[in-house]
């Protein structure tokens, strides 16, 4: 189905799209809630404007994996909560996020460009993503809880990134890292390997692990509650650190450094090893 004219689409009773592919150009309208069920690998091909003014789902209902191709711009202009794409998301196109949460559920490989303004949120929430090294990442913030986002490309991330549950963001060596904004690790793993020094505005730790070879310097206050500091890099508390032992920490191999006050008011133990060190 070509639909060339532009198409207002509403989910509120659950459209389905099984083994066919829309083709998309003009502009896309999508104002509701509810879902868009794609089964059976139907694919759609946008190469216009897709623009979410709800919180809706395109969503991979049966059979084979479904696909979105964003070769356009896909918009999440309006609305608090999420919407939600748990089809496979390739984006060599331009998505943007200045309203809630742009949800990526499916995975993809995107050579393309994620963009926004606060207060949108970019989520990394399921599937495998590849973002390579054409791409580019300026989204205010970025939130990754499962999954994995594997970063190739240039990440300039203003307000805050986040990982939480199970996922494992990797900004690998091919990658150019401008900002990440404040820094937010309560599970999964975040692992710098960019080559980059990391300049944050405040590190919390509170489970997980913070990985790889990168220094991160914190000019703020750094928060450390749970989780792991590992990998062959550094850590710079420039700002000062409330330390929490309450719950067994783990520094790996990694360099601590701490400059302002250290506060460390509980029981419990903090696991050095591997030549680990404490500056």
Known sequence: TNADGGMSLSTTFSPGLSARVL????????????????????????????????DGWLRNFTGAMSTFNNNGTFYKSVGTGSSRISMTFDNPGT?????????????????????????????????????????????AAVACSAGSATIQGAYAVPDSTSVSGSCALTLEAASTVTS???????????????????????????????????????????????????????????????LSTAVALTLNARTLNTSGTTTWDTAGELRVWNGAAIR
């Open 23 to 54: 083709n998309t150009s003009g502009t896309t309208t999508w104002a509701t809630a509810g879902d868009l069920r794609a089964s059976n690998g139907a694919v759609v091909n946008n190469a216009g404007t897709w623009e979410a003014t709800g």
């Open 180 to 242: 990440v904004g404040a820094l937010s690790i309560s599970a999964g793993s975040a692992t710098f390997d960019s080559g980059e020094a990391i300049g944050v505005p405040t590190l919390s730790l509170t489970g997980g692990a913070l990985d790889g070879s990168d220094t991160i310097t914190v000019s703020g206050l750094t928060t450390w509650s749970g989780g792991t500091m590992q990998g062959t890099g550094v850590t710079n508390a420039d700002g000062g650190m409330s």
């Open 95 to 139: 998505a943007v996020v200045d309203s809630g949460t742009l949800s990526l559920e499916g995975g993809g490989t995107s050579p393309g460009q994620f963009q926004g303004s606060a207060p949108g949120v970019l989520a990394f929430a399921g599937g495998a993503h590849t973002l390579t090294g054409s791409s580019s990442v300026t989204a």
